[in-house]
């Protein structure tokens, strides 16, 4: 037996939350597995990992309950509704202590998909629905804003997608070449047209996108990429993992977030704001609630409107930093500052304790009570 299983039927094992909470649970001495998909070669560090192929949603399905049989830890830890209700039963049966990693609001998020129409939309708002009812039964609860349900649980705390800063490069100099940066999942609602639109109009400048392409934007892209000329200024470099990925930002000069308006988006916080931020990078983020006021309190970068004219006016932000080059100097220092007031505590290492606090439970303990929630 190890003392967490980390289980996901949704996640590559490359994903950034993912490592960043294996890093915290190996840095408390635990021993972490991590059952999920893609190339176990991307996985955390120091975990036994294992994965399986990325599959369509009735294999994802089908695999749920799998993995979490599979599972040989203490603690399940699961970070996606499907796994959760598998973790439940299992954890149930096997009287193993199970942890629901709530990091989005699932029900929303389905506007973004467009597989979420029709008969699978049904399915997924009723499996959404019912993994957060579900995850009140958890015995910790972990959500990553105050707005994410479930609002109320036993055990329930926020922890927020702050970075990691032994994920994120050092603070350095701009190169001299005006570059950008996108990572993430890339597809239109997140911004994809708008960065190329803005790169067209900001011939001084090339982007770096780190993440995969959306299958459904895949052609689109292509073709686009033919059409515009910009082969030679756009780089796409797939999936990474997040060291990978995040060195990929040294020498950048900002970090684009163009999402659209939809209603996840609009109540969310990217996580990869807090990392362009911690980074030392400016930004340019479209006029959504919540990622525009970080910005605008940061003082780290420029809101621009989303929309159909979010292209043109990153292009205008974008073309006027060449020509300023203090005012993107200033915006940098501000994410510099924000980085050193922000993210000088781990935030994980509190899941760490309460997840061992799980482990060594025994009757009549109040497990999960742990130290208290870390609240940036």
Same mark, same amino acid.
């Given at each position: 037996?190890?003392?967490?299983?980390?289980?996901?039927?949704? #996640?590559?094992?490359?994903?950034?939350?993912?490592?960043?909470?294996?890093?915290?649970?190996?840095?408390?001495?635990?021993?972490?597995?991590?059952?999920?998909?893609?190339?176990?070669?991307?996985?955390?560090?120091?975990?036994?990992?294992?994965?399986?192929?990325?599959?369509?949603?009735?294999?994802?399905?089908?695999?749920?309950?799998?993995?979490?049989?599979?599972?040989?830890?203490?603690?399940?830890?699961?970070?996606?509704?499907?796994?959760?209700?598998?973790?439940?039963?299992?954890?149930?049966?096997?009287?193993?202590?199970?942890?629901?990693?709530?990091?989005?609001?699932?029900?929303?998020?389905?506007?973004?998909?467009?597989?979420?129409?029709?008969?699978?939309?049904?399915?997924?708002?009723?499996?959404?629905?019912?993994?957060?009812?579900?995850?009140?039964?958890?015995?910790?609860?972990?959500?990553?804003?105050?707005?994410?349900?479930?609002?109320?649980?036993? #055990?329930?705390?926020?922890?927020?997608?702050?970075?990691?800063?032994?994920?994120?490069?050092?603070?350095?100099?701009?190169?001299?070449?005006?570059?950008?940066?996108?990572?993430?999942?890339?597809?239109?609602?997140?911004?994809?047209?708008?960065?190329?639109?803005?790169?067209?109009?900001?011939?001084?400048? #090339?982007?770096?996108?780190?993440?995969?392409?959306?299958?459904?934007?895949?052609?689109?892209?292509?073709?686009?990429?033919?059409?515009?000329?910009?082969?030679?200024?756009?780089?796409?470099?797939?999936?990474?993992?997040?060291?990978?990925?995040?060195?990929?930002?040294?020498?950048?000069?900002?970090?684009?977030?163009?999402?659209?308006?939809?209603?996840?988006?609009?109540?969310?916080?990217?996580?990869?704001?807090?990392?362009?931020?911690?980074?030392?990078?400016?930004?340019?983020?479209?006029?959504?609630?919540?990622?525009?006021?970080?910005?605008?309190?940061?003082?780290?970068?420029?809101?621009?409107?989303?929309?159909?004219?979010?292209?043109?006016?990153?292009?205008?932000?974008?073309?006027?930093?060449?020509?300023?080059?203090?005012?993107?100097?200033?915006?940098?220092?501000?994410?510099?500052?924000?980085?050193?007031?922000?993210?000088?505590?781990?935030?994980?290492?509190?899941?760490?304790?309460?997840?061992?606090?799980?482990?060594?439970?025994?009757?009549?303990?109040?497990?999960?009570?742990?130290?208290?929630?870390?609240?940036?």
């Amino acid at each position: 037996m190890v003392d967490v299983s980390v289980v996901t039927s949704g #996640h590559d094992v490359s994903d950034a939350r993912l490592h960043r909470v294996c890093a915290a649970l190996l840095g408390h001495g635990l021993t972490v597995e991590v059952i999920g998909l893609g190339d176990a070669g991307q996985g955390p560090d120091g975990a036994e990992v294992h994965t399986t192929p990325r599959g369509g949603m009735a294999a994802r399905a089908l695999a749920a309950p799998r993995k979490a049989a599979a599972a040989r830890g203490a603690v399940l830890l699961a970070l996606d509704p499907d796994s959760l209700l598998a973790s439940l039963v299992v954890g149930r049966l096997r009287r193993r202590r199970v942890v629901a990693d709530v990091h989005e609001d699932y029900a929303a998020l389905l506007s973004d998909r467009s597989w979420a129409a029709g008969w699978r939309g049904t399915v997924g708002r009723a499996l959404a629905g019912l993994a957060t009812a579900a995850a009140r039964r958890a015995d910790l609860v972990v959500v990553a804003d105050d707005h994410l349900p479930p609002l109320t649980a036993r #055990h329930r705390f926020v922890l927020r997608n702050l970075p990691d800063l032994a994920m994120l490069p050092p603070l350095g100099a701009p190169d001299p070449q005006p570059r950008a940066l996108y990572v993430g999942d890339v597809r239109g609602s997140r911004g994809l047209w708008s960065m190329l639109d803005a790169i067209e109009q900001a011939p001084a400048w #090339h982007l770096d996108v780190v993440g995969p392409v959306a299958g459904g934007d895949a052609d689109e892209l292509a073709a686009r990429l033919r059409r515009s000329g910009l082969d030679d200024r756009v780089r796409f470099h797939g999936r990474l993992p997040p060291r990978q990925a995040w060195a990929v930002a040294e020498g950048a000069w900002c970090g684009l977030a163009l999402l659209e308006d939809t209603p996840a988006f609009r109540a969310a916080t990217p996580s990869k704001l807090y990392e362009y931020l911690g980074c030392g990078l400016a930004v340019v983020v479209t006029d959504l609630p919540r990622q525009a006021e970080l910005v605008r309190d940061s003082g780290g970068g420029q809101v621009v409107p989303p929309g159909p004219l979010a292209g043109s006016a990153t292009a205008a932000v974008l073309n006027d930093w060449v020509q300023d080059p203090a005012t993107l100097a200033d915006r940098r220092t501000a994410a510099g500052r924000w980085r050193s007031q922000a993210l000088q505590d781990n935030p994980y290492a509190d899941l760490a304790r309460r997840v061992a606090a799980l482990g060594e439970a025994r009757a009549g303990a109040d497990p999960a009570a742990g130290p208290p929630a870390h609240r940036p």
